[in-house]
Structure formats: structure tokens, C-alpha cells
């Protein structure tokens, strides 16, 4: 499986950023999605995740970011509205196709690929 992710950039706070992830290699429609992100010295961390159309997300991001699945095109994206300075970060999406619980989704450890990060940076 390969994540080929894209998006990302330089914004305002208060302006919005769509990230995708396009999926090759295997069946993609049974596979649970998330995205995390790190910033600069610290860990990880969950930001949301889809798992048979069902969507959880951080409380940090919740009713500002938006996931969403093309599975004809084998691609997730990340809609992210009413940025924050503090959303900075290095953006990463993973998939596996092993069935995480809703817990298990916000565990980076627990999704086998990885796409490429890509940066995002919210001015203030």
C-alpha cells in the first residue's frame, strides 16, 4: 500500500487548508483512515479518522475539520476550516486494514502506512 498525500501550505489563522491522501495497492474502501499531525517537539498526535463512513475527531479540531472518503478514487481528504497558530504542524494520513476499535483509530501506532507529512503552517 502506498499513501501519496498532498495539500498543505501557508494560511491565516482563520483560513482553510484541504489536504488528500490517495491510496494505491490494495482494497481501499475496507481500510479505517486518520490523520495525525506533529508539531516541533512533540509527539504525534490524532486528529480524526473514518472507519466504514464513521468519523471521530480530536477535540482540538472538532467542528473545524472535516474528514471525507472518495472511494472511487481511492482517496481521503482533510478539510480544515477556521484555522488556529496552534494547528502548525507537520500533517501525516495513515490507513490499515486491520479493524480498530473508535479507541484504537487515535493510536499512530496502530495504522501499518503512511503517507508522506506535509506542512502546515497558520500564521497569526
Known amino acids: 500500500v502506498q499513501l501519496q498525500a498532498s495539500g498543505g501550505g501557508l494560511v491565516q489563522a482563520g483560513g482553510s487548508l484541504r489536504h488528500s491522501c490517495a491510496a494505491s495497492?490494495?482494497?481501499?474502501?475496507?481500510?479505517?483512515m486518520g490523520w495525525f499531525r506533529q508539531a516541533p517537539g512533540k509527539e504525534r498526535e490524532f486528529v480524526g479518522g473514518?472507519?466504514?463512513?464513521?468519523?471521530i475527531y480530536a477535540d482540538s479540531v472538532k467542528g473545524r475539520f472535516t474528514i471525507s472518503r472518495d472511494n472511487a478514487k481511492n482517496t481521503v481528504y482533510l478539510q480544515m476550516n477556521s484555522l488556529k497558530p496552534e494547528d502548525t504542524a507537520v500533517y501525516y494520513c495513515g490507513a490499515t486494514g486491520r479493524g480498530l476499535s473508535m479507541a484504537t483509530m487515535t493510536v499512530a501506532g496502530r495504522y501499518d502506512y503512511w503517507g508522506q507529512g506535509t506542512q502546515v503552517t497558520v500564521s497569526s
Open positions: 473514518i472507519r466504514y463512513g464513521i468519523t
Open positions: 495497492g490494495r482494497t481501499f474502501s475496507n481500510s479505517v
